[in-house]
Nanobody, 124 residues
Framework: QVQLVESGGGLVQPGGSLRLSCAAS????????MAWFRQAPGKEREFVAA????????DYADSVKGRFTISRDNAKNTVYLQMNSLKPEDTAVYYC?????????????????WGQGTQVTVSS
């Protein structure tokens, strides 16, 4: 199995940038497909971005496409989410998730492991 710990959240002004990190433990980390989800106050958890085990395939929610970039460094057991041009509507708790499954990458139910979340607040 794998354990996930997010970091890098904080307060940023609209138009600013943040890079989130998800540190993973586990011998088979490189075999996991990874994703970022987020949950804003009063809203359901939603898909943000996903990356395949090799890093060659990435997918993004339409709301973040062109602004966010997901990447991974298997040697460091870490997945990243670079967030640029941040908007107030990006404010949420961001969660890192892992799964050995493929297919419905945008569904939270497909993921076996979750981090504790890191708060991102975009406000002037």
């Amino acid at each position: 199995q794998v354990q996930l710990v997010e970091s890098g959240g904080g307060l940023v002004q609209p138009g600013g940038s943040l890079r989130l990190s998800c540190a993973a433990s586990g011998r088979t980390f490189s075999r996991y497909n990874m994703a970022w989800f987020r949950q804003a106050p009063g809203k359901e958890r939603e898909f943000v971005a996903a990356i395949g085990w090799s890093g060659g395939r990435t997918d993004y929610a339409d709301s973040v496409k062109g602004r966010f970039t997901i990447s991974r460094d298997n040697a460091k057991n870490t997945v990243y989410l670079q967030m640029n041009s941040l908007k107030p509507e990006d404010t949420a708790v961001y969660y890192c998730a892992a799964t050995t499954r493929g297919g419905s990458y945008y569904l939270g139910q497909e993921y076996n492991y979750w981090g504790q979340g890191t708060q991102v607040t975009v406000s002037s």
